[in-house]
């Protein structure tokens, strides 16, 4: 039975993120939700510049740095100066990143089953891409900031 609501997908998308930030946590991941997401970026766009990352993630480049920080004393990523422009960083994921990594996808996987389990595979997929497309507008409007 499908409950009618008029609450708007901004609030809903708000409820249904806290509900999954409940669930992952640390012990369950082996890494907060934040470094899962980083890593993931980085995996995805490698090598990324810092900036890149903090806006990626929508964090303040303070609390990137501090992120990264974190990380790399996991040795989960590697930080050096870019040889084109000696000002930034890149960041690349290390193999010891991408098995943590690895390791956190397949615990969020079963957050993800018990958050979603209500939608299809086909649901789902749409989901995701909706999201994926919102998300890049968002990154595109930051990009022209």
Excluded: F, W
């Excluded at 997908?9 to 708000?14: D, E, F, K």
């Excluded at 609390?63 to 996991?74: I, S």
């Amino acid at each position: 039975m499908e409950t009618q609501t008029a609450t708007g997908p901004i609030v809903l998308l708000t409820r249904l993120a806290r509900v999954v930030y409940r669930r992952s946590t640390a012990e369950l991941l082996g890494m907060t939700i934040r470094e899962l997401g980083a890593l993931a970026y980085l995996r995805d766009h490698h090598p990324a510049t810092q900036h890149a990352l903090s806006k990626a993630l929508s964090i303040d480049a303070n609390n990137c740095v501090l992120l990264l920080n974190d990380l790399e004393a996991r040795q989960y990523v590697e930080r050096r100066r870019d040889p084109m422009d000696r000002r930034r960083h890149l960041v690349e994921l290390t193999a010891k990143g991408r098995t943590a990594l690895e390791r956190a996808e397949l615990a969020q996987g079963s957050v993800e089953d018990q958050v979603l389990g209500m939608l299809s595979t086909e649901e789902r997929l749409v989901l995701q891409r909706l999201l994926t497309r919102a998300l890049e507008g968002q990154l595109s409007d930051m990009d022209n900031e």
